[in-house]
């Protein structure tokens, strides 16, 4: 039995753990040659960083997988990032999803499930 796009999760309908792992490789490129927000992953282990990523990402889109990373607040906060940088990464975020074919409505639950984290992940208010 097939199962339809309103039966399927997230995680399956944007291609699993396979399209994950792509996806975040070349987010990852994207996001640390920016020069607004770059700095952040300088000194850090991006394979690391890539592992717990994707193991989020699967997490946050319904996949069979836990995360097992220590909780955002106590890695992010201590980073000061404002909700403009944030706003950055998610930006290169959609171009990514965009560019590997995901599906709009995909794109716009993916950026939803996301933004939940926001205020575990920034300092600032709005």
């Known amino acids: 039995m097939e199962f339809s796009q309103h039966e399927q999760t997230l995680y399956d309908r944007i291609g699993g753990e396979k399209t994950i792992e792509r996806l975040m490789d070349h987010f990852y490129h994207r996001v640390s040659h920016d020069p607004e927000i770059g700095h952040y992953f300088t000194h850090v282990p991006m394979g690391k960083l ?25 890695v992010h906060h201590p980073l000061s990032i ?11 975020l959609i171009t990514t999803l965009e560019e590997a074919g995901i599906d709009e409505q995909d794109r716009y639950e993916i950026i939803a499930k996301i933004n939940l984290y926001a205020d575990e992940i920034t300092t600032d208010p709005d």
């Open 50 to 74: 890539k592992l717990m990523q994707r193991e989020f990402f699967a997490m946050a889109t319904d996949g069979p997988v836990t995360y097992s990373g220590r909780p955002l607040a106590h």
């Open 82 to 92: 404002s909700r403009r940088e944030f706003r950055r990464f998610t930006e290169h």
